[in-house]
């Protein structure tokens, strides 16, 4: 008659703060069930693959936030971070409950609570900073005219390239940057005295004296601009 051998069992009382749960010991020729004091926390399924008593860790659950991307070539970014605890590692803070945090790089940060606190804290400002970065982002782009109904038709035909349909009122209404922008204007400082532009539609040279002011820049830029479409039309 055949006897089976049941697999041996160990049992330790479970700690404060932690429950038994069965773990998976040894390797994958020889393994057995071991009960194991796992913290509340952890999520990890101890019986999942065999591992050695000693290289027995614990993680929490992750959590995250997705940086995204406009830009479809690139992929989204994300930044977590669990609870981690090694019950057999040389260093103390590695065997206390610690912070894992990273990115999807293989490297991550360990924090002890301490650390983990006031990394919070600096999240909690860069947070504040982060809002009033878009906050001035948003202002920008309205001073810049993308609300105004009649702005909007006119960025609509520069990014079509047809600078030729701006109107004397497009051209006189539009930001600096869009128009030269539009006119395919390349701004270079020279040492000069004023401003001068040069070349086509798509290749002008807008040639500025060093010692010129940035208002003097601009309004002499949008003159000269102004003047090279009304001679165009003319053509």
Not at 91 to 116: K, Y
Not at 162 to 182: F, M, N, Q
Request: proline share 5%.
């Amino acid at each position: 008659m055949n006897s089976t051998v049941a697999p041996t069992v160990h049992s330790i009382e479970a700690k404060p703060g932690h429950r038994l749960v069965p773990a998976l010991v040894g390797t994958r020729a020889s393994n057995q069930i071991a009960y194991i004091a796992c913290p509340n926390w952890c999520v990890d399924d101890h019986t999942d693959c065999p591992t050695m008593l000693d290289d027995i860790d614990h993680n929490g659950a992750t959590v995250g936030v997705v940086v995204p991307t406009y830009y479809e070539s690139d992929d989204d970014h994300a930044w977590s971070a669990r609870l981690m605890a090694d019950p057999n590692a040389t260093d103390p803070r590695s065997r206390a409950a610690h912070l894992a945090v990273g990115d999807e790089t293989r490297f991550e940060a360990r924090l002890a609570p301490s650390a983990a606190e006031k990394l919070a804290d600096e999240l909690v400002g860069f947070a504040a900073q982060l809002r009033q970065l878009a906050r001035t982002a948003r202002l920008h782009n309205q001073t810049a005219g993308d609300s105004d109904p009649s702005m909007d038709e006119a960025l609509r035909r520069l990014r079509a390239d047809k600078w030729r349909s701006l109107s004397d009122e497009d051209i006189a209404a539009l930001p600096i940057v869009r128009l030269l922008k539009a006119f395919g204007v390349m701004v270079v400082e020279y040492d000069i005295a004023g401003v001068e532009l040069l070349g086509e539609p798509g290749h002008m040279e807008l040639r500025v004296g060093r010692a010129t002011r940035q208002q003097l820049r601009d309004s002499e830029a949008r003159r000269l601009i102004a003047e090279y479409a009304a001679g165009a039309r003319r053509v």
